[in-house]
């Protein structure tokens, strides 16, 4: 170090003024007993004076690298957390060129090229210090590194000078494997920090449905979510750095499951209550058609408004997860719901197949249609569904009777017998006739138009002759 050198030739330095001074005396001995040739130099006067400035020089050297010396002990001392590998380059390449600025007689020395080479060494290992600072290197790295490099640090206090002390450069291949690891752990840090992130965060996209309640949408986007982050946790436990996060990871994966299994089965109960809410309760009649049904449909619906309600009161998807006896509760709601759907699908089944012309109508129409087989006027609008070319039909005035059949243009056809609804109250047996007479009818008169038409073809035939 520089101030043990200087310290050591300043001691040199003493001894060897004390020699100048007892040979001067010698000489002036000599010369005074006439001795020696006054005026001359010896050859032992040459070597003093030599040595006397290599001293100097040596001392001038010294003194010069402690202000390097200096620097590189300031820098050591900095504490590592404080580092900053850019900043430690400049400065470094700082004291390269301070050294370069040295006298041509001063870099001759090997103490010169010692400080140079220390910090041409510190600028090579840089680098890795840049790597040692990064995010990846957590405190189970830092145990890992100094288990294998056979140190004992304290993290908190750890110094620059203490990483330079380990010689990064012939222990670089241990500090890049701790290195590797720790990036490689990161990616999975990283990534089960972001699904975390997500699904704290993810709140549910709620609609207004008909002012009764909010409904999910965007399931497109939550299903996909779920799927590509139920996969790529999968994917993890290949990878050599899932160890560490196994716990956390399956935690994650058992709550993507459970996500997934709890909105698979509400999408269909949403969808099986919007079908069956519209039915219900657009047809006034089906209380009296399907009684059972429709009781068992209110009360199902009472539970499932209450359940959105809580929903749309906290709609993140963890919230909605932790509602007690959520999958429970719709996987019965669901089955409920089924039994209802099948119930009704049984009867309006039976509905068509007494008249297979309602399948050309949908549920909620065939539902409207048979809620209102006494009100023929609101049934106007179905004929032209499940009759072809037919736009109404005719009535009397008390709508009793339907007297024919009307087409869109306007064109009518008056029944040659018409069908009574009174004597026929079922809305599947009067429609029946009403289908029978529009054959029969359109029969005779088609047959009444070829009666015609030849009687009208012979009359023309006469009048040519």
């Keep these: 170090r520089p101030e043990e050198a200087l310290q050591s030739l300043t001691i040199y330095e003493g001894n060897f003024s004390r020699l100048k001074v007892e040979r001067e005396k010698c000489a002036r001995a000599k010369e005074a007993l006439e001795l020696t040739d006054t005026g001359l130099l010896s050859g032992s006067e040459e070597r003093v004076q030599v040595a006397l400035e290599e001293l100097h020089d040596l001392k001038e050297v010294w003194s010069e690298l402690s202000k390097v010396w200096e620097q590189i002990d300031q820098m050591k001392e900095q504490p590592w957390v404080s580092v900053q ?17 040295f006298q041509a007689r001063l870099r001759q020395y090997a103490s010169y090229e010692y400080v140079q080479r220390l910090l041409k060494g510190y600028l090579k290992v840089n680098m890795l210090v840049i790597e040692l600072k990064s995010e990846a290197l957590k405190d189970r790295h830092w145990k890992q590194l100094m288990k294998r490099l056979h140190v004992n640090w304290v993290l908190s206090e750890l110094t620059l000078g203490q990483i330079w002390d380990v010689d990064l450069q012939k222990n670089e291949m241990v500090v890049k494997d701790v290195l590797l690891v720790a990036q490689g752990e ?9 699904i975390r992130e997500v699904w704290n965060s993810y709140e549910l ?35 050599p750095y899932y160890k560490v996060f196994e716990e956390d990871a399956l935690s994650w994966e058992d ?15 949403q969808r099986r209550w919007v079908y069956l809410e519209g039915i219900f309760t657009g047809s006034a009649d089906i209380k009296h058609l399907l009684p059972v049904e429709t009781q068992r449909f209110q009360s199902i619906s009472t539970e499932f408004l209450a359940l959105m309600k809580k929903v749309t009161k906290s709609p993140l998807v963890m919230d909605v997860l932790n509602i007690q006896g959520v999958q429970r509760s719709l996987e019965r709601l669901a089955d409920l719901l089924g039994k209802i759907q099948k119930a009704l699908g049984e009867y309006l089944e039976r509905e068509r197949s007494s008249f297979p012309r309602f399948y050309f109508v949908g549920d909620e129409d065939l539902l409207e249609i048979i809620g209102n087989s006494k009100n023929v006027a609101k049934l106007q609008k179905h004929f032209k569904k499940m009759f072809a070319g037919v736009s109404s039909i005719l009535l009397n005035e008390d709508n009793t009777e339907v007297l024919g059949i009307s087409s869109r243009e306007g064109e009518e056809v008056v029944y040659k017998t018409p069908v009574s609804i009174t004597q026929h109250p079922k809305i599947n047996e009067w429609l029946t006739l009403v289908e029978k007479e529009m054959r029969v009818t359109l029969a005779k008169l088609l047959a009444e138009s070829v009666t015609e038409v030849t009687a009208f073809n012979k009359g023309t035939a006469i009048d040519l002759s």
């Design 85 to 101: 590998p850019r900043k430690l380059r400049q400065s470094l390449d700082a004291l390269l060129n301070q050294l370069k600025n």
């Design 186 to 194: 990161m990616a999975l840090e990283e990534f089960l920090k972001q």
């Design 255 to 269: 709550k993507l499951n459970r996500i997934m299994a709890l909105f698979d089965v509400w999408i269909d109960v």
């Design 205 to 239: 996209d709620l609609v207004n449905y008909q002012n009764k309640c909010r409904l999910i949408r965007g399931w497109d986007d939550l299903f996909n979510k779920v799927k590509e982050h139920i996969n790529s946790v999968s994917a993890m436990k290949l990878s």
